[in-house]
């Protein structure tokens, strides 16, 4: 009999692969080791659960255990795998019960995504202080949050929840105000939902800029619109320190002591590569597993999928680290295929991201600003135009900010970003879509896009931005 | 000195060409012709002057005669041009005194755009018929439609106007019921129009469905949209005659009579062109100016622009009749950039088009349907999809559906339709810009498109479609 595909991991990526190599191969065996008790969840819905305008964190549930028992995949929650053995084809796993075994494949797949960093702070200690990677932390935090008398346990209905660590958090008196150290996403989307649960917000970033890779145009209007909501935005300010004996009470930042009962730490994620250390298995950028463009890495027949896996970048060719869902997704099938006998490229990342900041919308998409296009290896020119987002005459029309680069050389678009607060993120595909066509902005500027009032003035935004950049290049 | 550049038409094309011209040329002259009164104004938009949501006619004008007159160009309205001789290089010009003139030209743009077509219809004796082209068209109508006492003047507050048929209009008590004979763009818009208005309103279509060119799809969804808000959708019925005296007193269709004291007829528009007969310039397919990728036409030195000229189809690389806003816009100024010395592509057309009835956003582009894609010679394979427009968890998430059309042999993406209530219209340009860059069904499976929980699911509508059509094409 054939060894099992192995897939160590059940969140998106490893449940994606799972799933396609089952429907491709039901004569043959695959098992999905995963260490904790959560699998395939929308990692991306925290923040709103946090918010209320989740009202379940079961909502946030993509596939139940049953659901996968269903497709013939052998799952087997709280297994860890401690090590992959590209010499023996095995895999080790330590059990629920303590003991450890060793599981044959035929091929493995590791998709063990990536975890929160905390730079210096420690958050595991301090009641009040949390990262934000995962159904538990969303569950405390919004149970830390809560007023006690009125905390609904129902919020957290999903059997696999850390009951203990919830139901701590849920004894702390409501905070009124919380820090946000980090304005990235996480930082921007938790600065929004803490808003909307009554918080006064810090919200503190080292640099001078939120949202920093999707350039000066959305980080200045993401920051207008968190102040105009209440938010307190402190640019170029480091935290020193998280401060508070049982509890959080306040940061220390740029000098001075801001008192604050809840503090959550979004600077950033790494990917989750422990299980492959001393497999002999090559890692790229950021420390992220190099696959190659059927996700197979320098062993043979072990893959990498997700958030710890590298990616090839549609602008540049080169490896990078683009840890987003469409990505596991999409890469976890590719692999589940290539496995299952139909080899399946995983596709390139052109680093297309949304974010929402209250009523803006922001998307970004390849080497969005003159600096990380210069750092690839270009030589940038970048426009910013305004434009409306609808006719004049039509209401709703609202100012979008669409920022384009583009190669000064052969005139090729290189990325771009958008703002606004009507129908902006959306118009972020069309950018992404010229991307991987490797058109240049005098074509995008050639798009025959679509316009009616309600929906778009005659010129698109896009258009405009391109009619500008390519008067620019030609200059 | 040298003779002027010469424009025919005061509208979108034909003065998007002269405000580039004399930006590029301020050292020389164009004179602009226009027969009517009104310039530069959005035609789109009438049917939201007639609704309501814009309040003022002057709202749909985009630039004044004084504008004009600012950017250096001799506009003279009153004037029509009854003829051009690319021989002696001349247009043959009727004043508002009646005399007639001759004016030389360097080159010379045919800027006339499209009249509306009423079939077997007279609408220009019965008080209550009406076409909807144009600002005359829709300042009678919402007279028309007001009651006497309640009428505000007002609302038709441009000079140009022709006062004396708004007052007729105005005159005629409120009508209970209308009735619209044709279910493309004009008849599903101006059935919201009616609506907002309070009236009654049956909706005539000859064929079986609305929207025919955005396919079966979005027409079903549309009628259904229609129904729910009370319009009384007819397909396959056609409309024998429109009754009446003095006034408009019903429509007789399908072998039965509809009262109505309205009747709007929206069966289509056609080029036009009669200031080119005789004059040797070719033309194509509905009649409309032929023209090269500089939109010349068949005499060196005279040029078309606008819904008077054909134009060439992104995905057929054939001649074809697509007048739409941008692309009278983008031609016009392509040419007035070529005539002042900077040849400049006018640019493919995608027949990219979007449309709202009520909620519900519709948007369409290249070979939308499997039968216009036969019909160009392509062996088309599609496939349609209903996907949400979001994550399922966040609110708003709203059925979306997508059709994608693909030649079989090549597996290029020809064309495609979108349907819903979320966001949906804009992601037409996604499609848009894959038809340009003419990628295949699979490369658009491989976009990198956007994903955020409150935009879009992990699956954007428009991949999970690429994906099941892309099964279709290798079964």
């Not at 209440?230 to 300010?237: K, M, Y």
């Amino acid at each position: 009999m054939t060894d099992p595909f192995v897939v160590v991991g059940a969140d998106a990526a490893g449940l994606s692969a799972a799933s396609k190599f089952r429907r491709e191969r039901p004569d043959r065996d695959v098992v999905v080791f995963e260490r904790g008790q959560f699998i395939s969840y929308a990692h991306c819905g925290t923040p709103y659960f946090v918010e209320g305008r989740v009202s379940r964190l079961s909502d946030l549930l993509s596939l139940s255990p049953a659901d996968v028992d269903d497709r013939g995949i052998d799952l087997r929650r709280g297994h860890e795998v401690t090590a992959v053995d590209p010499e023996t084809k095995t895999v080790h796993v330590q059990t629920p019960g303590g003991t450890t075994s060793e599981q044959p494949y035929s091929a493995a797949l590791v998709a063990t995504g990536a975890h929160a960093v905390t730079g210096p702070f420690d958050v595991s200690e301090l009641a009040g202080a949390f990262t934000l990677h995962g159904l538990n932390d969303a569950a405390a935090i919004d149970a830390y949050i809560a007023d006690p008398d009125e905390y609904d346990p129902d919020r957290a209905d999903v059997a696999a929840v850390d009951r203990d660590r919830v139901d701590r958090a849920a004894a702390h008196p409501a905070p009124d105000a919380a820090a946000i150290v980090g304005g990235g996403y996480v930082g921007v989307e938790m600065a929004e939902a803490l808003r909307g649960r009554g918080l006064d917000v810090h919200l503190f970033q080292r640099s001078e800029r939120l949202l920093p890779p999707f350039g000066a145009a959305v980080g200045d209007r993401v920051a207008s619109t968190l102040t105009a909501h209440d938010v307190t935005v402190h640019t170029g300010t480091s935290v020193d320190a998280i401060l508070g004996g049982d509890r959080v009470e306040g940061v220390r930042a740029g000098g001075r002591t801001v008192p604050v009962e809840l503090a959550i730490v979004g600077v950033g994620i790494e990917p989750a590569t422990a299980v492959v250390d001393g497999a002999g298995i090559d890692c790229g950028p950021h420390g992220a597993i190099r696959t190659d463009r059927y996700g197979e890495t320098s062993e043979p027949d072990v893959y990498a999928a997700g958030d710890c896996a590298a990616s090839r970048h549609a602008v540049t060719g080169e490896e990078t680290w683009m840890p987003l869902g469409l990505t596991a997704n999409r890469s976890g099938r590719a692999v589940g295929a290539t496995v299952g006998g139909d080899p399946t490229p995983v596709g390139d990342v052109a680093g297309t991201a949304v974010v929402k900041a209250f009523e803006m919308e922001c998307g970004r998409v390849g080497l969005a600003t003159e600096t990380i296009a210069r750092d690839a290896g270009f030589d940038p020119v970048s426009e910013t135009v305004t434009a409306g987002s609808r006719s004049g005459y039509y209401p709703g029309a609202a100012e979008t900010d669409v920022t384009l680069v583009a190669d000064a050389d052969s005139g090729r678009l290189l990325g771009g970003s958008i703002a606004g607060t009507d129908h902006a993120a959306v118009r972020i595909d069309t950018l992404a879509t010229a991307i991987h066509a490797e058109l240049s902005v005098a074509a995008v500027e050639r798009l025959d896009l679509a316009y009616a009032p309600p929906f778009s003035p005659v010129w698109d935004p896009v258009l405009v931005a391109a009619k500008v950049l390519r008067g620019s290049l030609e200059s």
